[in-house]
Protein backbone atom coordinates (compact mmCIF):
# COMPACT_ATOMS: atom_id res chain seq x y z
CA UNK A 1 0.00 0.00 0.00
CA UNK A 2 0.95 3.44 -0.79
CA UNK A 3 0.66 6.64 1.43
CA UNK A 4 1.46 9.45 -0.16
CA UNK A 5 3.96 7.86 -2.43
CA UNK A 6 5.80 6.24 0.08
CA UNK A 7 5.01 2.14 0.39
CA UNK A 8 4.09 1.24 4.05
CA UNK A 9 5.64 -1.98 6.14
CA UNK A 10 4.11 -5.30 4.98
CA UNK A 11 3.83 -6.23 8.51
CA UNK A 12 1.87 -3.01 9.56
CA UNK A 13 -0.45 -3.01 6.61
CA UNK A 14 -1.87 -6.76 7.89
CA UNK A 15 -1.81 -5.57 11.46
CA UNK A 16 -4.64 -2.50 10.50
CA UNK A 17 -6.32 -5.32 8.22
CA UNK A 18 -9.97 -5.41 9.06
CA UNK A 19 -12.11 -8.49 10.09
CA UNK A 20 -14.94 -9.62 7.14
CA UNK A 21 -18.04 -7.73 7.84
CA UNK A 22 -20.87 -9.63 9.33
CA UNK A 23 -23.64 -7.73 7.41
CA UNK A 24 -24.61 -8.09 3.81
CA UNK A 25 -23.84 -5.83 1.81
CA UNK A 26 -27.13 -3.99 0.12
CA UNK A 27 -25.57 -4.22 -3.61
CA UNK A 28 -24.96 -7.99 -3.09
CA UNK A 29 -25.96 -10.06 -5.55
CA UNK A 30 -25.92 -13.46 -4.15
CA UNK A 31 -25.11 -15.65 -7.28
CA UNK A 32 -21.86 -13.74 -8.14
CA UNK A 33 -21.28 -12.35 -4.71
CA UNK A 34 -18.69 -15.34 -4.69
CA UNK A 35 -16.78 -13.89 -7.32
CA UNK A 36 -16.93 -10.64 -5.84
CA UNK A 37 -19.24 -7.75 -5.91
CA UNK A 38 -19.85 -4.40 -8.13
CA UNK A 39 -21.71 -1.49 -6.17
CA UNK A 40 -23.65 -0.85 -9.19
CA UNK A 41 -25.42 2.68 -9.80
CA UNK A 42 -28.85 3.21 -7.92
CA UNK A 43 -29.25 6.55 -10.12
CA UNK A 44 -29.37 7.58 -13.73
CA UNK A 45 -26.90 10.58 -13.64
CA UNK A 46 -27.40 11.04 -17.38
CA UNK A 47 -30.75 12.13 -16.26
CA UNK A 48 -29.63 14.21 -13.92
CA UNK A 49 -27.02 16.16 -17.18
CA UNK A 50 -29.99 16.14 -18.47
CA UNK A 51 -32.62 17.94 -16.14
CA UNK A 52 -30.25 20.81 -15.97
CA UNK A 53 -29.77 21.07 -19.60
CA UNK A 54 -33.43 21.57 -19.96
CA UNK A 55 -34.65 24.00 -16.48
CA UNK A 56 -32.13 26.48 -16.05
CA UNK A 57 -33.36 26.81 -12.60
CA UNK A 58 -31.95 23.24 -11.61
CA UNK A 59 -28.84 24.37 -13.28
CA UNK A 60 -28.22 27.27 -10.84
CA UNK A 61 -28.46 25.43 -7.70
CA UNK A 62 -24.82 23.68 -7.63
CA UNK A 63 -23.93 27.45 -9.33
CA UNK A 64 -25.32 29.31 -6.26
CA UNK A 65 -24.29 26.60 -3.19
CA UNK A 66 -20.50 26.71 -4.87
CA UNK A 67 -20.42 30.56 -4.27
CA UNK A 68 -22.26 30.76 -1.12
CA UNK A 69 -19.42 27.61 -0.07
CA UNK A 70 -16.79 30.30 -0.36
CA UNK A 71 -13.26 30.10 -0.13
CA UNK A 72 -11.00 29.84 2.64
CA UNK A 73 -7.35 30.99 4.02
CA UNK A 74 -4.59 29.53 6.12
CA UNK A 75 -3.12 29.87 9.64
CA UNK A 76 0.22 28.17 10.28
CA UNK A 77 2.93 28.77 13.85
CA UNK A 78 5.48 28.98 10.69
CA UNK A 79 4.75 31.75 8.56
CA UNK A 80 6.85 30.41 5.59
CA UNK A 81 4.43 27.21 6.36
CA UNK A 82 1.46 29.57 5.52
CA UNK A 83 3.02 31.94 2.47
CA UNK A 84 3.89 27.67 1.06
CA UNK A 85 0.22 26.67 1.27
CA UNK A 86 -1.20 30.09 -0.17
CA UNK A 87 1.45 29.94 -2.96
CA UNK A 88 0.58 26.10 -3.90
CA UNK A 89 -3.11 26.95 -3.63
CA UNK A 90 -2.94 29.35 -6.14
CA UNK A 91 -0.58 27.71 -8.79
CA UNK A 92 -1.23 23.96 -8.38
CA UNK A 93 -2.78 22.89 -12.04
CA UNK A 94 -6.92 21.92 -12.15
CA UNK A 95 -7.43 19.72 -14.93
CA UNK A 96 -5.51 20.28 -18.37
CA UNK A 97 -5.64 24.27 -18.79
CA UNK A 98 -6.39 25.94 -15.95
CA UNK A 99 -4.31 26.56 -12.30
CA UNK A 100 -5.81 27.60 -8.68
CA UNK A 101 -7.31 24.97 -6.13
CA UNK A 102 -10.54 27.39 -6.16
CA UNK A 103 -11.00 25.41 -9.73
CA UNK A 104 -10.80 21.78 -8.54
CA UNK A 105 -13.31 22.86 -5.57
CA UNK A 106 -15.77 23.98 -7.74
CA UNK A 107 -15.86 21.24 -10.05
CA UNK A 108 -15.90 18.74 -6.78
CA UNK A 109 -18.38 20.22 -5.38
CA UNK A 110 -20.74 21.14 -8.63
CA UNK A 111 -20.44 17.08 -9.44
CA UNK A 112 -21.66 16.07 -5.81
CA UNK A 113 -24.64 18.63 -5.16
CA UNK A 114 -25.71 17.47 -8.81
CA UNK A 115 -25.09 13.72 -8.93
CA UNK A 116 -24.48 12.84 -5.62
CA UNK A 117 -20.84 12.84 -5.58
CA UNK A 118 -17.51 13.78 -6.49
CA UNK A 119 -14.38 12.26 -7.85
CA UNK A 120 -10.98 13.69 -7.51
CA UNK A 121 -6.75 12.98 -8.25
CA UNK A 122 -3.99 14.00 -6.70
CA UNK A 123 -1.77 13.48 -9.65
CA UNK A 124 2.22 13.92 -8.65
CA UNK A 125 4.87 14.44 -10.48
CA UNK A 126 6.80 11.66 -12.13
CA UNK A 127 9.84 12.86 -9.53
CA UNK A 128 7.78 12.54 -6.85
CA UNK A 129 8.76 16.05 -5.45
CA UNK A 130 5.48 17.94 -6.22
CA UNK A 131 1.79 17.40 -7.19
CA UNK A 132 1.54 18.21 -10.68
CA UNK A 133 -2.19 18.71 -11.06
CA UNK A 134 -5.49 18.60 -9.38
CA UNK A 135 -7.83 16.47 -11.69
CA UNK A 136 -12.05 15.74 -11.32
CA UNK A 137 -13.93 12.90 -13.04
CA UNK A 138 -17.17 12.17 -14.16
CA UNK A 139 -19.15 10.73 -12.06
CA UNK A 140 -21.19 8.78 -14.54
CA UNK A 141 -17.93 6.94 -15.23
CA UNK A 142 -17.34 5.81 -11.57
CA UNK A 143 -17.96 2.66 -10.31
CA UNK A 144 -17.57 1.09 -6.52
CA UNK A 145 -15.71 -1.88 -6.12
CA UNK A 146 -15.38 -4.48 -3.30
CA UNK A 147 -11.93 -6.06 -2.91
CA UNK A 148 -11.02 -8.39 0.47
CA UNK A 149 -14.46 -6.94 2.18
CA UNK A 150 -12.90 -3.26 1.42
CA UNK A 151 -14.64 -1.33 -1.14
CA UNK A 152 -12.56 0.28 -3.68
CA UNK A 153 -12.83 2.78 -6.46
CA UNK A 154 -12.74 2.29 -10.44
CA UNK A 155 -13.54 3.67 -13.52
CA UNK A 156 -15.71 2.50 -16.88
CA UNK A 157 -13.40 1.79 -19.96
CA UNK A 158 -14.36 1.89 -23.51
CA UNK A 159 -12.76 -1.62 -24.22
CA UNK A 160 -14.07 -3.25 -21.13
CA UNK A 161 -17.09 -4.31 -20.11
CA UNK A 162 -16.21 -4.32 -16.10
CA UNK A 163 -14.69 -1.00 -14.34
CA UNK A 164 -11.12 -0.77 -14.18
CA UNK A 165 -9.94 -0.43 -10.32
CA UNK A 166 -7.25 2.80 -9.85
CA UNK A 167 -3.79 1.49 -9.04
CA UNK A 168 -3.10 4.23 -6.60
CA UNK A 169 -5.87 4.49 -4.52
CA UNK A 170 -4.84 6.95 -2.14
CA UNK A 171 -4.43 9.55 -5.09
CA UNK A 172 -8.49 9.51 -5.66
CA UNK A 173 -10.43 11.96 -3.46
CA UNK A 174 -14.83 10.99 -2.89
CA UNK A 175 -16.90 13.40 -1.59
CA UNK A 176 -20.49 12.87 -0.82
CA UNK A 177 -22.24 14.61 1.49
CA UNK A 178 -25.76 12.63 1.33
CA UNK A 179 -25.32 8.77 1.84
CA UNK A 180 -28.15 6.32 2.59
CA UNK A 181 -28.57 2.74 3.44
CA UNK A 182 -25.14 2.02 3.23
CA UNK A 183 -24.52 2.17 -0.09
CA UNK A 184 -21.62 4.20 -0.89
CA UNK A 185 -23.32 6.29 -3.93
CA UNK A 186 -24.03 9.59 -2.61
CA UNK A 187 -27.67 11.36 -3.21
CA UNK A 188 -28.19 14.53 -5.59
CA UNK A 189 -30.20 16.85 -4.65
CA UNK A 190 -32.01 16.03 -7.75
CA UNK A 191 -33.21 13.24 -6.02
CA UNK A 192 -36.94 12.44 -6.21
CA UNK A 193 -37.18 14.54 -8.76
CA UNK A 194 -37.36 12.78 -12.03
CA UNK A 195 -41.22 12.93 -12.12
CA UNK A 196 -42.01 15.96 -11.59
CA UNK A 197 -39.28 17.58 -13.71
CA UNK A 198 -40.66 15.20 -16.31
CA UNK A 199 -44.60 16.64 -15.64
CA UNK A 200 -42.68 20.41 -15.68
CA UNK A 201 -40.70 20.15 -18.74
CA UNK A 202 -44.15 18.56 -20.22
CA UNK A 203 -45.65 21.77 -19.50
CA UNK A 204 -43.10 23.96 -20.87
CA UNK A 205 -43.30 22.11 -24.58
CA UNK A 206 -46.84 22.34 -24.87
CA UNK A 207 -46.36 26.32 -24.29
CA UNK A 208 -43.64 25.71 -26.92
CA UNK A 209 -46.25 24.51 -29.64
CA UNK A 210 -49.00 26.77 -28.46
CA UNK A 211 -46.56 30.12 -29.28
CA UNK A 212 -45.90 27.94 -32.59
CA UNK A 213 -49.34 28.21 -33.66
CA UNK A 214 -50.06 31.21 -31.89
CA UNK A 215 -47.12 33.25 -33.05
CA UNK A 216 -47.01 31.48 -36.65
CA UNK A 217 -50.28 30.22 -37.24
CA UNK A 218 -52.01 27.94 -39.79
CA UNK A 219 -54.79 29.08 -41.11
CA UNK A 220 -57.84 27.22 -42.15
CA UNK A 221 -59.40 28.95 -45.29
CA UNK A 222 -62.95 28.13 -45.71
CA UNK A 223 -65.25 29.11 -49.42
CA UNK A 224 -68.85 28.07 -49.15
CA UNK A 225 -71.03 28.07 -52.55
CA UNK A 226 -74.69 28.19 -51.86
CA UNK A 227 -75.05 26.73 -55.53
CA UNK A 228 -73.94 23.61 -57.22
CA UNK A 229 -72.88 25.58 -60.16
CA UNK A 230 -70.30 27.22 -58.81
CA UNK A 231 -67.99 24.10 -57.97
CA UNK A 232 -65.51 24.69 -60.19
CA UNK A 233 -65.65 28.66 -59.74
CA UNK A 234 -65.41 27.86 -56.22
CA UNK A 235 -62.05 25.55 -56.16
CA UNK A 236 -60.34 28.39 -58.27
CA UNK A 237 -61.43 31.37 -55.99
CA UNK A 238 -59.52 28.68 -53.52
CA UNK A 239 -56.77 28.13 -55.43
CA UNK A 240 -56.29 31.74 -55.50
CA UNK A 241 -56.70 32.52 -52.22
CA UNK A 242 -54.50 29.89 -51.22
CA UNK A 243 -51.80 31.27 -53.25
CA UNK A 244 -52.09 35.19 -52.27
CA UNK A 245 -51.92 33.43 -47.92
CA UNK A 246 -48.50 32.24 -48.69
CA UNK A 247 -47.18 35.31 -50.34
CA UNK A 248 -48.16 37.06 -47.31
CA UNK A 249 -46.68 34.50 -45.21
CA UNK A 250 -43.27 35.15 -46.93
CA UNK A 251 -43.74 38.81 -46.72
CA UNK A 252 -44.20 38.71 -43.41
CA UNK A 253 -40.77 36.37 -42.56
CA UNK A 254 -39.11 39.62 -44.54
CA UNK A 255 -40.92 42.07 -42.36
CA UNK A 256 -42.76 43.54 -44.90
CA UNK A 257 -47.26 43.50 -45.06
CA UNK A 258 -49.35 42.33 -47.58
CA UNK A 259 -53.39 41.73 -48.09
CA UNK A 260 -55.57 39.28 -49.77
CA UNK A 261 -57.80 40.28 -52.67
CA UNK A 262 -60.59 37.30 -52.90
CA UNK A 263 -63.05 38.91 -55.52
CA UNK A 264 -66.36 36.73 -54.64
CA UNK A 265 -69.31 36.54 -56.90
CA UNK A 266 -73.09 35.85 -55.34
CA UNK A 267 -73.66 33.23 -53.29
CA UNK A 268 -70.25 32.71 -52.61
CA UNK A 269 -68.60 33.46 -48.63
CA UNK A 270 -65.32 33.27 -47.55
CA UNK A 271 -63.90 32.49 -43.76
CA UNK A 272 -60.50 32.38 -42.84
CA UNK A 273 -59.85 30.83 -39.17
CA UNK A 274 -56.77 30.58 -36.93
CA UNK A 275 -56.03 27.29 -36.14
CA UNK A 276 -55.68 26.65 -32.29
CA UNK A 277 -55.45 29.30 -29.51
CA UNK A 278 -53.01 30.49 -26.68
CA UNK A 279 -56.05 30.04 -24.18
CA UNK A 280 -55.31 27.26 -21.96
CA UNK A 281 -51.63 28.69 -20.95
CA UNK A 282 -53.24 31.22 -18.25
CA UNK A 283 -54.84 28.18 -16.58
CA UNK A 284 -51.08 26.37 -16.51
CA UNK A 285 -49.76 29.42 -14.02
CA UNK A 286 -50.92 27.58 -10.43
CA UNK A 287 -50.12 23.94 -11.62
CA UNK A 288 -46.96 25.51 -12.71
CA UNK A 289 -46.40 27.31 -9.99
CA UNK A 290 -46.93 24.40 -7.68
CA UNK A 291 -44.74 22.28 -8.94
CA UNK A 292 -41.78 25.17 -9.30
CA UNK A 293 -42.01 25.44 -5.38
CA UNK A 294 -41.61 21.60 -5.05
CA UNK A 295 -38.57 21.87 -7.01
CA UNK A 296 -37.10 24.95 -5.02
CA UNK A 297 -38.03 23.50 -1.66
CA UNK A 298 -35.81 20.23 -2.53
CA UNK A 299 -32.84 22.47 -3.26
CA UNK A 300 -33.00 24.93 0.10
CA UNK A 301 -32.08 27.88 -1.74
CA UNK A 302 -35.15 30.47 -1.40
CA UNK A 303 -36.86 31.47 -4.55
CA UNK A 304 -35.02 34.82 -5.14
CA UNK A 305 -32.15 33.04 -5.29
CA UNK A 306 -32.95 30.72 -8.33
CA UNK A 307 -34.17 34.02 -10.02
CA UNK A 308 -37.70 33.43 -9.34
CA UNK A 309 -39.98 36.49 -8.56
CA UNK A 310 -43.48 36.57 -8.21
CA UNK A 311 -43.87 40.00 -6.49
CA UNK A 312 -46.40 39.20 -4.27
CA UNK A 313 -45.74 37.51 -1.40
CA UNK A 314 -42.43 36.65 -2.57
CA UNK A 315 -39.26 38.89 -0.78
CA UNK A 316 -36.16 38.65 -1.68
CA UNK A 317 -35.14 38.38 2.06
CA UNK A 318 -33.97 35.81 4.15
CA UNK A 319 -35.78 35.12 7.52
CA UNK A 320 -33.44 33.80 10.66
CA UNK A 321 -34.79 30.62 10.46
CA UNK A 322 -34.25 29.94 6.62
CA UNK A 323 -30.65 31.63 6.93
CA UNK A 324 -30.12 29.00 9.76
CA UNK A 325 -31.09 26.09 8.00
CA UNK A 326 -29.37 27.71 4.69
CA UNK A 327 -26.40 28.19 6.81
CA UNK A 328 -26.39 24.98 8.29
CA UNK A 329 -26.59 23.22 5.42
CA UNK A 330 -23.49 25.38 4.22
CA UNK A 331 -21.16 24.29 7.31
CA UNK A 332 -22.30 20.72 6.18
CA UNK A 333 -20.44 20.78 2.47
CA UNK A 334 -17.86 22.65 3.94
CA UNK A 335 -16.93 20.05 7.01
CA UNK A 336 -17.44 16.98 4.20
CA UNK A 337 -14.69 19.06 2.40
CA UNK A 338 -12.44 19.15 4.85
CA UNK A 339 -10.45 15.96 5.04
CA UNK A 340 -9.81 16.40 1.09
CA UNK A 341 -8.48 19.74 1.53
CA UNK A 342 -6.24 18.34 4.35
CA UNK A 343 -4.67 15.34 2.21
CA UNK A 344 -4.08 17.38 -0.87
CA UNK A 345 -2.27 20.32 0.83
CA UNK A 346 -0.21 17.49 3.64
CA UNK A 347 0.68 15.65 0.53
CA UNK A 348 2.30 18.57 -1.09
CA UNK A 349 4.37 19.28 2.52
CA UNK A 350 5.55 16.14 2.43
CA UNK A 351 6.22 15.73 -1.37
CA UNK A 352 7.85 18.86 -1.33
CA UNK A 353 9.96 17.50 2.10
CA UNK A 354 8.54 20.17 4.38
CA UNK A 355 6.27 17.10 6.13
CA UNK A 356 5.31 18.17 10.53
CA UNK A 357 4.54 21.33 10.08
CA UNK A 358 1.15 22.70 12.60
CA UNK A 359 -1.77 24.52 10.11
CA UNK A 360 -5.02 24.68 9.46
CA UNK A 361 -7.51 26.18 6.56
CA UNK A 362 -10.06 28.53 7.79
CA UNK A 363 -13.23 29.23 5.89
CA UNK A 364 -14.57 32.51 4.98
CA UNK A 365 -17.72 33.69 6.80
CA UNK A 366 -20.70 32.06 5.25
CA UNK A 367 -22.50 35.53 3.48
CA UNK A 368 -26.11 35.01 3.35
CA UNK A 369 -27.47 39.12 2.71
CA UNK A 370 -26.22 41.96 1.34
CA UNK A 371 -23.56 44.61 2.07
CA UNK A 372 -26.98 46.88 3.20
CA UNK A 373 -28.72 44.50 5.12
CA UNK A 374 -25.40 43.62 7.32
CA UNK A 375 -25.20 47.54 7.67
CA UNK A 376 -28.42 47.49 9.09
CA UNK A 377 -27.89 44.66 11.11
CA UNK A 378 -24.68 46.29 13.00
CA UNK A 379 -26.53 49.60 13.59
CA UNK A 380 -28.87 47.92 14.93
CA UNK A 381 -26.95 45.79 16.95
CA UNK A 382 -25.18 49.30 17.58
CA UNK A 383 -28.11 50.61 18.66
CA UNK A 384 -29.13 48.28 20.96
CA UNK A 385 -25.85 48.15 22.85
CA UNK A 386 -25.73 51.48 23.68
CA UNK A 387 -29.01 51.58 25.11
CA UNK A 388 -28.37 49.02 27.67
CA UNK A 389 -25.04 50.91 28.55
CA UNK A 390 -26.96 53.59 29.40
CA UNK A 391 -29.41 51.06 31.42
CA UNK A 392 -26.29 50.35 32.88
CA UNK A 393 -24.96 53.38 33.64
CA UNK A 394 -28.15 54.76 35.16
CA UNK A 395 -28.44 51.29 37.76
CA UNK A 396 -24.86 52.23 38.75
CA UNK A 397 -25.96 56.17 39.39
CA UNK A 398 -28.52 54.83 41.70
CA UNK A 399 -26.39 52.61 43.42
CA UNK A 400 -28.11 49.29 42.58
CA UNK A 401 -25.30 47.33 42.17
CA UNK A 402 -23.41 45.45 44.97
CA UNK A 403 -20.04 44.80 43.49
CA UNK A 404 -17.76 43.99 41.06
CA UNK A 405 -19.11 40.54 40.15
CA UNK A 406 -22.69 41.38 39.67
CA UNK A 407 -21.89 44.15 36.72
CA UNK A 408 -19.59 41.69 35.21
CA UNK A 409 -22.52 39.04 35.46
CA UNK A 410 -24.71 41.48 33.89
CA UNK A 411 -22.75 43.08 31.08
CA UNK A 412 -22.01 39.01 29.87
CA UNK A 413 -25.44 37.91 30.30
CA UNK A 414 -26.18 41.27 27.75
CA UNK A 415 -23.57 39.97 25.32
CA UNK A 416 -22.04 43.23 25.99
CA UNK A 417 -18.53 41.95 26.63
CA UNK A 418 -17.25 38.36 25.97
CA UNK A 419 -13.88 38.57 28.02
CA UNK A 420 -13.39 38.30 31.89
CA UNK A 421 -12.07 41.82 33.18
CA UNK A 422 -9.40 42.45 35.03
CA UNK A 423 -9.46 42.71 38.65
CA UNK A 424 -10.65 45.33 40.77
CA UNK A 425 -11.70 47.35 37.52
CA UNK A 426 -15.25 47.77 38.69
CA UNK A 427 -13.49 50.05 41.89
CA UNK A 428 -11.15 51.93 39.18
CA UNK A 429 -14.59 52.90 37.12
CA UNK A 430 -16.27 54.29 40.38
CA UNK A 431 -12.96 55.80 41.81
CA UNK A 432 -12.47 57.64 38.16
CA UNK A 433 -16.44 58.61 37.94
CA UNK A 434 -16.12 60.27 41.40
CA UNK A 435 -12.51 62.01 40.46
CA UNK A 436 -14.26 63.16 37.12
CA UNK A 437 -17.31 64.63 38.98
CA UNK A 438 -15.01 66.81 41.58
CA UNK A 439 -12.75 68.09 38.50
CA UNK A 440 -16.21 69.17 37.04
CA UNK A 441 -17.71 70.70 39.99
CA UNK A 442 -14.05 72.58 40.65
CA UNK A 443 -14.02 73.64 36.56
CA UNK A 444 -17.73 75.03 37.59
CA UNK A 445 -16.59 77.32 40.74
CA UNK A 446 -13.56 78.02 38.82
CA UNK A 447 -15.82 79.80 36.19
CA UNK A 448 -17.76 81.55 38.78
CA UNK A 449 -14.75 82.82 40.47
CA UNK A 450 -13.05 84.23 36.88
Known sequence: MRLFGFRTDKAQEVQYKPMPSQTRNPWENPIISSFGSQATLNYNLDFYDRIRKELPILDAVPIKYNRLIGDFSFEADNDATRKELIEFKERVGAGHFQTGFKTFQLQMFDSCISKGMGFGETVPLASMRDVAYLKVAKANNMRFLEKDG????????????????????????????????????????????????????????????????????????????????????????????????????KARRLGKTRDVYAGLPDGITLEIDILGDGKFIEHLEYPMNQIIDEIVGKTGLPHWMLGINRTMGMNATLSDTQADMLNS???????????????????????????????????????????????????YNADAAKIELENIMAMDAMGLFSGQEEVDDLLRDSGLIKFVPSKGWYERRVAEKILGRIIKENEVELLKAG
Not at 157 to 176: G, S
Not at 214 to 228: L, M, N, R, T, W
Not at 348 to 367: E, F, S
Open 329 to 379: DISWYRSQFDPIIERIFETHLILTGKAGQRWKHVWDPINLRDEKTEAEARK
Open 150 to 249: QIILGQMRNDYFQPVPFENQEYIHYLATDLRDGHPQGVSVFYSMPFITQVLTRMFKSIDNTVWRVGDPSFVVQIKGEKATHGTLTKKIAGDVQSQIEQVM
